[in-house]
């Protein structure tokens, strides 16, 4: 999924398999990252995503990154040997053990500021909790907050080429050690990173209320017990325990990627999804990801999540930067990913070229769709976004500008070459069926939409759009019998994984032409045991693509198993995600990208490892919720 830079960076950071996935524990204001081979916190970030807004001067740069105040922090040396973490009763609370001492980290939901708790309790007499910061500490400076907080000093640090600052609060007794250690003074802490323009003291006294005069030792229990309080009950039945406990991980992880930062001039990110969590190589809103997830979040009974996804991409700016390759249509919805400021990306390579994927209006209409079909808001479309009322901007700046990029084939209408579902670069892009599949399965939902608002001219406007986008369809992708990735020829794109959610969508309805695609898949399975994206063009292996075009892609897989279903190959569906639940509870109840297919330097570990951006979130966490609950669909439908 991403090119360029980060090709070099799996080079040099990957050169040894991985023994197992890093865990990730945030609260929708930032992320901490937890080394379960180390025991130790090897990240933590002052901003729930990757890249905070574009750099100046540089357009086609990843943008300014976001600040990580830690390299290394755990018992008597930032790391020891032997040390293993895990999620607590499949949670964002990640317990880790070591032969030093056991320790508790976790970014509570309750506290509204990216904030990192440590809680520890040393085994061996004498640890202490040491810590390598990642940049060079400018200044330290205790802060009396007996007054606000009537609790213990504080300590604000500044670091050498970083914005924000990190207020250190005690948690438990403290004892007198050196300066240049100050974790070494109390073993539970709170760690909370700091705008420029706040006030520490202030800040202080909201976790002296948060922390309600409870016990370092009993903070973690409060959270997981607020945790469960927040879970939906599952409207399925699992086939197993380790399907149950990877629902309920996966439920978290999705509640982990939504940006919860406040909404105020320069950053409109509130409500984004990232579409993997750290260090899952860029953890990024995508437009199409974040579309999977939302959906996700919809269906399974989280209102207040899916709502403030929809807001999100109805609030992010500035967007419609790239008019000049959408026939001058302005439009809101990104045509690639967003900083995390909530402006629009419109790349995601560092091949010196732009993006543009006008799949993602129609996911964004399909998610709108989800979402008023699911839950009586009435009030939803007339809230005030950033482009005017929620219900005119869908219409005048995501259906218009979709209907504006179609163009007239086979008596019909297909969307504008562009690079679609697998991101293409812009000067490959090609008229790709998922693109006009997205259109279509997005104008239906929002041909309902516009009923709800009570627009009968617009709604029967968008049938007939639909009509003629089928009819375009059906003559520019289904050719000789063979349902086909592009309009144009070629042996990458001519059996595609993107093809089967389309047949899940119910563009193809043709049983033949669905028996021959499911038939022809068969081009598209590694020895790992399932399915890649395509079949890869790339002859030259220093070029990243040709690795990540080999390996497995389980976005494909979980497609896949659902078509089965929809078939009726029961056995077949249930053993490939009895596969993926199986791998996932052996790897924490994470789902990846992908599965090692072809070993390599960017792709290493054995066969079948989990490997690319992990975890996962729409791909991943989103796509599997989608699937168990499809079966259940299904099965009472039967």
Not at 195 to 211: G, H, Q, S, T, V
Not at 221 to 243: I, T
Not at 342 to 347: A, D, V
Not at 387 to 412: F, H, S, V
Request: net charge negative; with cysteine; hydrophobic share 40%.
């Amino acid at each position: 999924m991403w090119l360029g830079l980060i090709a070099i960076v799996c080079l040099l950071a990957r050169t040894t398999p991985l023994a197992a996935s890093h865990l990730v524990t945030g609260n929708g204001h930032g992320f901490a990252v937890v080394s379960p081979e180390s025991g130790a916190v090897t990240k933590f970030y002052a901003h729930p995503y990757s890249f905070a807004k574009p750099e100046p001067g540089k357009p086609l740069s990843e943008g300014i990154e976001t600040a990580n105040f830690i390299e290394s922090l755990g018992w008597s040396g930032g790391s020891s040997p032997g040390g293993t973490a895990d999620y607590v009763e499949d949670s964002h609370v990640i317990r880790v053990r070591s032969s030093l001492g056991e320790m508790t980290a976790f970014m509570p939901f309750g506290f509204g500021r990216p904030a990192l708790i440590l809680v520890g309790s040393a085994a061996r007499r004498g640890a202490v909790l040491d810590v390598k910061w990642s940049h060079r500490v400018l200044s330290q400076k205790k802060i009396e907050t007996g007054t606000l907080a009537r609790g213990p000093s504080g300590i604000v640090l500044s670091f050498s080429g970083v914005q924000e600052r990190l207020l250190l609060v005690p948690l438990d007794t403290m004892r007198d050690v050196p300066e240049q250690q100050p974790l070494a003074v109390s073993r539970s802490w709170a760690l909370i990173s700091l705008d420029p323009d706040d006030n520490p003291e202030l800040i202080a006294a909201e976790l002296f209320i948060w922390r309600d005069g409870i016990e370092a030792k009993a903070l973690a229990h409060r959270e997981l017990k607020e945790l469960e309080q927040w879970r939906v009950k599952p409207a399925v039945h699992f086939a197993s325990e380790q399907e149950r406990h990877l629902w309920r991980q996966s439920e978290v992880m999705l509640r982990i990627a939504q940006s919860r930062e406040t909404n105020r001039e320069g950053r409109y990110g509130n409500g984004l999804i990232v579409a993997a969590l750290p260090d899952g190589v860029f953890f990024t809103p995508w437009v199409r990801d974040m579309a999977w997830a939302t959906v996700a979040l919809v269906r399974m009974g989280h209102r207040e999540e899916a709502r403030a996804a929809v807001l999100a991409y109805f609030n992010a700016r500035p967007t419609g930067k790239m008019r000049a390759e959408t026939n001058g249509a302005d439009y809101q919805i990104s045509v690639v990913r967003y900083f995390g400021n909530g402006e629009e990306e419109p790349f995601f390579t560092q091949e010196g070229s732009t993006n543009i994927e006008f799949d993602d209006w129609g996911e964004a209409l399909w998610v709108l769709g989800e979402y008023l079909k699911r839950y009586d808001d009435p009030d939803l479309l007339k809230e005030e976004t950033f482009r005017g009322k929620m219900y005119e901007t869908a219409r005048d700046y995501i259906l218009k500008p979709l209907l504006e990029n179609t163009e007239a084939y086979g008596g019909g209408l297909i969307v504008d070459a562009d690079t679609s579902i697998w991101e293409e670069r812009q000067r490959d892009k090609k008229h790709f069926a998922f693109s006009t599949a997205a259109a279509i399965f997005g104008l239906r939902e929002f041909a309902e939409v516009a009923k709800r608002a009570g627009d009968e001219n617009v709604r029967r406007d968008v049938l007939g759009k639909i009509d003629q986008l089928q009819r375009g369809f059906d003559a520019a992708f289904i050719r000789e019998g063979h349902l086909r990735g592009t309009l144009e020829p070629g042996v990458k794109n001519d059996i595609d994984g993107a093809l089967i959610p389309i047949i899940n969508f119910g563009i193809v309805k043709d049983r033949a032409v669905i028996q021959d695609t499911v038939k022809r898949m068969d081009l598209l399975k590694v020895v790992s045991g399932g399915y890649r994206r395509v079949r890869g063009t790339y002859t030259d292996p220093a070029i990243y693509e040709y690795w990540y075009e080999q390996e497995e892609f389980l976005f494909v897989d979980l497609s896949l198993a659902e078509l089965y279903r929809r078939l009726g190959r029961k056995a077949e569906a249930d053993a490939m995600l009895a596969r993926i639940v199986k791998k996932a509870a052996a790897d924490h109840n994470i789902i990846p990208e992908m599965y090692v297919a072809v070993p390599c330097k960017l792709f290493p570990g054995k066969i079948g490892d989990p490997t690319g951006a992990l975890p996962m979130v729409g791909y991943g966490a989103g796509a599997f919720v989608l699937h168990v609950m499809e079966r259940e669909r299904i099965g009472t439908r039967d």
